[in-house]
């Protein structure tokens, strides 16, 4: 019975919300809610909040797992990272504590410990946002995933210091992790493209990384992401991500709603939720500030700051662990910044195109280590997006005898395609900052081999508006995306699947030719 609620629930309110271009997960929240006020009447058994608190928790490790697998320790190790995610735990702690200690009436400890509790940003919403616009590999993404980690690190040891609970002797063993990577990495070899990938990566995020980082007094979410940073060299550390997907997704539901079933709100909790999300602003702004101290460009320091403008499920961990009395009104202000984050983070792109000039006066007139390039060289075909389809565009193209430069939003990409021998250049498309100041006039034809519908429209149309008529080229998924690339300005685009069918055709006739 209580697979049967929560499923129709949970279907009916994200389909609910799509029509007003909000996220799924949002209707999730509300799904649990709802859930909460007429599950007594339907009959859901006593039993359900442990069923789905599991659900949800599985659903955590493994998109913590999927995290990890697209990480770069380099990412962590940056300024903007641990000076901004620290810096912003400190102020915010110092903002919110006084404030809530004679508003609500709380001792100092209290007060404390909820400051801290607000001061963190959720993991499971930027990380799904991100994840679904294909921006986790591009500068704003890693920095905010980085921003994210350090304050899971900070969570982890308020719950230690807090709880009494301490890591046991075993918990030396996670200095020998490590060494597990080439173990790890020859099982991954060995595990194939069927289900045994998926149960591998399942074994990793919530055997290994969960249970395992348990059992030694550790928690299980860091293990999980630990799992996925070891993998994360290895060539199909992407086609395992893949793999875990759908089954992710599935779980994660459990996840939303579970914080909507955690009870249901009084007056004052509604009150204290309202003022907290009044506050988040607050958040995302000092966010801003601090990155752009540390030298982002505005562009930058506003996109990542969006994103981590929302409260922590860890804020709800940190609750129910020292907490208690306090989660049902944290877990209503957690709803309510969800509510906020997902629909600007949406629109997160156009937002700043309106905002751009008023932000740009707050950048440093320094050097940036999210420059991005002026000069294209001598080349003459551009290639947007430098995956697999734009890498063989890009082969092919030297082939022809022309002369093609990359770009590409993530920078390690770049980085790793410059070191192979190849002209590519850290830049993302939706940056308007790269199409004012880049320079196009050697360039004959472009390529868009990025999977991002938006980021091609984005491209066409900004090639057009710079005036460029030569032949823009781009692969679709469906024939949808092909009519709008077109619109956008795209002079040929071809259906990824359609040509793979024809090219193998042809290689097919020509292997039947005789000799």
Known sequence: MFEVITVSFAFLFGLAVRPFGLPPLVGFLAAGFAINIFGPPLGLPSYSGEALEHIA????????????????????AQPQVIGGALLHFGVSVLVFMPGLKFLMGLDWNTALLLAIALSFSSTVLAA????????????????????????DIIALVVLAVWSGQTPNIWALLVFAVPLLRPIL????????????????????SLVIGGMGFEAMGLSSEIGALVMGVILSTHTRAKELGRSLWSLKEIFLVGFFLQIGLTGLPDWGALVFALAVGIALALKGVLFFALLVAFKLRARSAFLSALSLTAYSEFGLIVAAGVLPDLLVPLAIAVS???????????????????????????????????EQPKNLGDADVLIFGMGRTGSAAYRQAEEQGLRPVGLDADQYKAEAHTESGRSVLFADAEDSDFWRSCNFDKIRAAILAMDDLE?????????????????????????????????????????????????????????????
């Open 128 to 151: 799904k946002l991100l994840e679904g616009k294909r921006e986790l590999g591009a500068f704003h993404g890693r920095t905010a995933i980085g921003i994210l980690i350090v304050q």
């Open 455 to 515: 980021a091609k429209l984005i491209a066409a149309r900004s090639l057009r508006k710079r005036g460029f008529d030569g032949p823009i080229v781009a692969h679709a998924l469906d024939d949808s995306h092909q009519e709008k690339i077109r619109e956008a300005g795209a002079d040929h685009t071809y259906l990824t699947m359609t040509e793979a069918g024809v090219s193998l055709a042809q290689q097919t006739a020509k292997a039947l030719k005789p000799d």
């Open 336 to 370: 309510i910044s969800f509510v906020i984050s997902a629909p600007l983070n949406r629109y997160a792109h156009p937002l700043y195109d309106r905002l751009e000039a008023r932000l740009r006066v707050f950048e440093r007139d320094t050097v940036h280590p999210d």
């Open 57 to 76: 928790h599985l659903g955590v490790l493994m998109l913590l797992f999927t995290v990890g697998l697209k990480l770069k320790l380099a990412q962590i």
């Open 185 to 204: 990495h020859r099982l991954l070899d060995l595990a194939g493209n069927d289900e045994l990938l998926v149960l591998m990566g399942m074994l990793l």
